[in-house]
Every structure is written in C-alpha cells, then in structure tokens.
C-alpha cells in the first residue's frame, strides 16, 4: 500500500490526464472548427477577396452571337456567328437557332431563323455559380452552355453528386463532361457541357427554372494516418499561402 | 524517479497533440464545395388572330377561334360569293399553316387563295406578320348554305408537308 500510494504520487496521472484531455478537447475544437469553416472560407471567402482562379473557370454559350475561343481550345461554339438567315429577332447578340445539342469545336445543326436567344455568364466573384438566361424559347429550340470546371485546390477532388432539377416536365437537360466519381487532381480542368431542349409539353409564354448543383469532395479519405499529411497539406499549403 | 515521472509527462503530451492532429484530420476531410449552374428559361408565344375582311352580298361570316362560319342566302345557281379574311401573328414565334379545313353544306364548293397550307406568317413587328386571303364560293342553286373554314397553325419549324 505505501509503495502503491508512493507510485501514484510519483506520478499523479489524475492532473496530467486532465491537462492532456483539456488539449485534446481544445485543439480538436479547432480541427472540428477548421473543417467546417474550410469549406466556405478556403474555397468561397479567400476566393472572393482575390476574385479569380474559382472552380469555375470560363463559360461560353452557342447562341448568344459570338464564336468564343477559350486559349488551349480554340474555338468552343464555332457556327454561332450573330447571323439570322431568315430572320434575326436579336442581330449580332444572337445567332440562327441550334437545332442540336453542340460538340465543342464542330458546327452543329440550326434552323434558319434567329428566334430564340441563351446567354450565359459568371454570376459570383468566386465563380461558383453561373447563371444561363433562355429567352423566347420555344419546342425545338436547344442551346448549349460550355463551360470550364477546374480543381483549384491542392489537393484531389471528387464529384460527389450532381442534381439537376428543373419545375417543368418534359424540358430536357442534359448534362455531361462531367459525372459522378469523377476525380480532378489538383489544377485539372474539364469541359462540362449544358443542354436545355424544350419540349412540345412546354407552356407558352412561361417562365421555367432549371438547377444544376455539383458537389466535390475531398478525395482522400480521413483518419489518424490520413490526419498528419492532411494537416501539412491543407494548413501547410494554404496557411503558408495565406497569411505567411 | 524524477527523470521517470517527467517522461510520463512529455509521453501523455505528446500523445494529446497526436490525438488532436488527427481529429484535425478529420475536420479537414470533411472538406466540401457545391458549384450551380441556375438557367431561367422564358418561352415565347404564338398566338394568332383570323379577322374578317370584305365579303359580298347575301354572304355572313363570324369567326371563332381560327374558323370561320360563314353563311349564304343564294339566288341562283353557279353564283359566286367570296369571303375575305386576314391572318395576323402577334406572337414572338413565326408560324405557319399546317391545314386548312373546309366543310361545306347542301353541295357547296368553297376554295381558299391567297394563303395555303405552309403559308409563313412571322412574328409581330416582322413583315410579313399578316397575311391576306378569300373563300370562294359556288353555289350549286338557290337556298341557304353554310360553310366552315378551319386554318391549323403550327410553330415554323414544326411545320410537316
């Protein structure tokens, strides 16, 4: 008994143990907290004071007048030339209505009329978001939105999920150039491609709302061996960049 | 024992700072971003208006919708009457006439000039968003007859031969 209460005076592990689980406690605090906020600060609030190089990179309709030629692709919409053969509703702001979802680089087919008008551009400084604007749309009508996804982070993303969603039945969108699974190593940019066909069931004279919403993941998993070469990448990498 | 005792210490810290650097790990793994795209998309409209024109006498005509209804109190027999109309787009869509449907009473022969099945009509504001015909009539002898003149329109490039 006295040598036992000699041990446990030599070392005491009641006060250490609450030291250590206090450290614990504080600075998984500031893990748990870093995580949540890495999300909106790293890839929205410091993007949005330097306002540029965001996930998305460029975005380039076919039917709003003009060829786009993006640098490393050339020309993304050629045949969107601001021409109405027949008629010409919005001159050189738009082109003869396409009749088919567009391959980036090749003409694709129109009609002979410029009736209908996309237009389609970066709507946040962080170019996260990108709106598209369908003007006096009718069945038949399909324009397509090019545009330029890039990881801009350090690090593998994923796709996680994609949701398209639209309040109108028989619109059809099509989406591709990117899918779920995909991963994008860091500064890998890919082509996604938008297509918007209304349909016959379309009402005239309507306003319709489509939504596309890409999620991206860190690829890598978690976990304590993940945890060291996690912290290095993020905190080293952008903690360094950022505020060193 | 002194020595001892300081190690433990450094031990218990060292593995605290371990532990915390993994749940910031974590908290790093959880790492996720959402990019959107929100398209509006505003569809334009046909809409088409048939209204009445000249016509001669003892001929009567209403229209509803794109038909119209016409009627003739006859004298005598091979007698030509005639029914003028226009068709007028005032929608954002050009259209075309896809048919034209007569029916017709008591042996009433009735054909329609001026416009025809694959007759454009553009939108409004754009020549020519107005279009110009007549039903002409003969009418097999004296009576009453009636006759119906329907036009079906479709979207432009809709249009089927």
Redo the contacts between chains.
Sequence with gaps: MTRLRGLKR??RPGR??I???A??V???S???????S??TL???DMMAMACFNG??TWVVSNDDGKVTNICSYGDIDPGDDGGGTN?D?WGDQSSNDP?ETQTMGVECAR?D?D??RTTAWM?SCDR?????????????YYPT?F?G?KNTQSFS?KI?SIDIS?D?PG?NVTFDGVAVGDVLSSGQEVIGR?G?H?EQS?????????????????K?????G??????W???GWWGCRGWC | MRKRNRFARIGMLSIALLLSLCVMGIGYAGWTDTVSIDGTMKTGYIEVVLSEGGCSQNVTASIVGHTIDIEIDAGCKGKYVYHNFDIHNRGTIPVKIQGIGIVCSGGLVAEVSGVEGGTQIEQSGVDPDTVYGTVTMTVPGAGTYTCEVTFYFVQWNLYEK
Excluded: D, M, R
């Design positions: 030599q070392v250490w143990l030291i250590a689980l450290v614990v504080a600075l998984g500031l893990g748990v907290a870093y995580g949540y890495s999300g790293k890839a929205g996930p998305f008629y509703k009749s009609y009329k009736v209908a709507s996260k978001e990108i709106t598209v604007l369908v003007e006096n749309a009718y069945p038949s939105v545009f996804l993303v996680k639209y109108i619109l938008l918007i209304t379309a009402h005239q004279n309507s306003t319709y709302n489509v939504k596309v919403k890409v999620e991206l993941v860190q890598e998993k978690s976990g304590c993940w945890g060291w070469w996690g912290w990448n993020w905190w």
